[in-house]
């Protein structure tokens, strides 16, 4: 119970000159002050009233019972009905779906967060498959374009040049301590978008979200940070709204000093075992990053490495429909940025120990189109070091649809970013070559995918077994429903951090990827083969997650990479035990 408040002098309330904070009790001075005066922002260190209220940790709505009221002093401040949190979860989804504009939608959630985290929790938790495409893609993607027109409160920690030689006191602001996972963007490449700089926060905030809902990660242990190097996107750039470095993006030795420093902060303020996850970042960082820090922090590239698991997981499990093995099978992908060779590479890791052929023969059975054409030997000097080893002996093709005719690949795999490349004609050509064509469109937000639900399964007359990286309803065709499965990366990447925050991992490596993706092949089920899925579906995704999480801890402990010592017996059952609840507590 909190102390009574302090009685306020009535000399004090009378005695109110100035107006300047449109306030009646002046007890520090504020409104004693003329504007120009430095005031002091007093802030009560027991939740209480107001204060109490006003705390999306603590804040329960009108579900605060009468004696919690009596005791809080909050008697007067809510309307007298006593709501369970069930009943408010009801409303608020009543709520949610009147709105007919996704954004509206995602708006709505972002101030349900700011105001009562449990309650958002729960609402994300329960309804995971009707409120994912609202809280990430496609909706987030949006959000971010026009970030800088809905910008209302601070969510996460924003990191400009102006704080270089001094992000750690920056680190040192946050309020919480006990950080275990951060999700870090420099906004350059935020989904297929392009560069949206400072306004590329709504992708860490909504990552560590679904941490939180997907994996069960503390919310108090998650910090969304942006870095902000500049923009190169003009119209940012001349937008009197924009909320970040009006400035070109700095690059070079500037650039990777500043993310040196930024990351030698980490390390110093929150320990060895925090999670790095890199998001977003263009391709020439991204790499560099990824392969610069791995060796010294826990550090994960969602864009590399989960989308790279997500994929093996879905090619894994679309074996048992097929009958063949992944060394059965020729791959073809367009794109071959950050996903495209993320995905390839851990393929053929996949290839190599299931045959025990060297990684070099095994990545001769897959194949990259960029740009300029199909990846081939001849193209080698010119090309990017992360796109090197896919350069195959072969004669120049220059487009897609002649890459899929001469190479007749059994699985495409889109990654570029740009809409609609899957042709009729490719994707007919596809289904000439194959019986049963695996066809993954894979590029977010739903505007950039390759194609369609509807295209593949048409064009390929409902032979296709096919998956997007954003969500498409089931489609009707020829008297039978096709359910298209969603390579979404929040399958793995809430499991994967779990796992390794439940095992005290030190580093991530390949064969903790490789876990993830076995145990999420693992709860596909025959039903769920029956309906034309190779992913599980999201109602289960807390079960999925802890499952997920076993295995790569069972594999961190494996590697002697962990740090909790000793090993719980049953890892499943330590997983759900970590995992964190969104139900109401109650207070004193």
Not at 357 to 369: F, H, S
Not at 546 to 559: C, D, G, P, R
């Amino acid at each position: 119970m909190g102390s009574t408040p302090a009685e306020v002098p009535c000399d004090v309330v009378s005695d109110n000159r100035s107006g300047v904070g449109g306030g009646i009790s002046d007890v520090y001075g504020e409104d004693l002050a003329t504007l120009d005066q430095l005031v002091t922002p007093w802030v009560s260190s027991v939740a209480s009233g107001y204060s109490l209220m006003r705390d999306p940790r603590y804040n329960k709505g009108l579900a605060f019972t009468d004696k919690e009221r009596d005791a809080h002093y909050l008697t007067g401040l809510l309307p007298p009905v006593v709501l369970s949190q069930d009943v408010q979860e009801r409303k608020l989804m009543h709520n949610l779906r009147q709105y007919t504009v996704p954004l509206q939608r995602y708006m709505a959630l972002m101030d349900l967060q700011e105001r009562n985290e449990r309650l958002f929790y729960k609402l994300l938790i329960d309804n995971v498959e009707e409120l994912l495409p609202v809280v990430y893609t496609p909706t987030v993607g949006e959000a971010c374009q026009k970030y800088g027109s809905i910008f209302r409160k601070p969510q996460g920690l924003y990191i400009s040049l102006n704080e270089k030689g001094k992000i750690l006191e920056v680190l040192k602001n946050w309020p919480q301590r006990g950080i275990q996972v951060i999700v870090v963007t420099d906004g350059e490449r935020i989904l297929g978008l392009g560069d949206l700089g400072c306004q590329g926060m709504g992708i860490p905030v909504g990552k560590l979200s679904l941490y939180t809902a997907l994996g069960g990660i503390r919310p108090s242990a998650c910090l969304p940070i942006t870095i902000d190097v500049g923009t190169n996107n003009e119209k940012l750039l001349n937008d009197e709204f924009y909320i970040g470095l009006k400035q070109r993006r700095a690059t070079g030795q500037e650039y990777a000093e500043f993310l040196h420093e930024f990351m030698c902060a980490v390390k110093q303020n929150y320990g060895e075992k925090v999670l790095v996850q890199f998001e977003d970042f263009a391709n020439h960082n991204a790499f560099d990053l990824l392969s610069k820090y791995s060796t010294s922090h826990l550090v994960f590239n969602d864009d590399i490495q989960g989308t790279a698991s997500v994929v093996l997981a879905g090619l894994i499990a679309a074996q048992k429909v097929l009958g063949k093995s992944l060394a059965d099978h020729t791959f073809l992908f367009l794109g071959a940025g950050e996903a495209g060779t993320g995905i390839a590479e851990l393929i053929a890791l996949k290839i190599s120990k299931e045959t025990g052929a060297p990684i070099d023969e095994t990545r001769k059975k897959i194949w990259l189109v960029d740009s300029k054409g199909l990846i081939v030997s001849s193209r080698k000097e010119s090309l990017q070091h992360f796109k090197q080893p896919w350069a195959h002996e072969h004669e120049h093709v220059k487009d897609l649809i002649g890459a899929v005719n001469a190479i007749k690949p059994t699985v495409l795999i889109g990654t570029s970013g740009v809409g609609q490349t899957f042709t009729q004609e490719v994707v007919e050509a596809m289904a000439t070559n194959n019986e049963k064509p695996l066809i993954l469109a894979l590029s977010n937000p739903t505007s950039q995918a390759e194609c369609t639900a509807e295209q593949a399964y048409t064009w390929t007359k409902g032979r296709a077994i096919f998956g997007s990286g954003s969500p498409f309803d089931p489609v009707e065709y020829d008297g039978k429903t096709y359910f298209p499965g969603q390579a979404n990366n929040c399958y793995i990447f809430p499991g994967l951090g779990l796992g390794l925050i439940m095992s005290g991992a030190i580093r991530v490596r390949d064969d903790m990827l490789l876990a993830a993706s076995e145990a999420l092949a693992a709860q596909v089920t025959d039903e769920n083969f029956a309906n034309g899925l190779i992913y599980p579906p999201f109602s289960n995704i807390r079960e999925i997650s802890a499952n997920i999480a076993a295995s790569v801890a069972a594999k961190t402990y494996e590697l002697g990479l962990a740090s909790n010592l000793p090993r719980p017996q049953d890892l499943v059952k330590f997983a759900e035990s970590c995992m964190y609840s969104p139900v109401y507590r109650n207070y004193r």
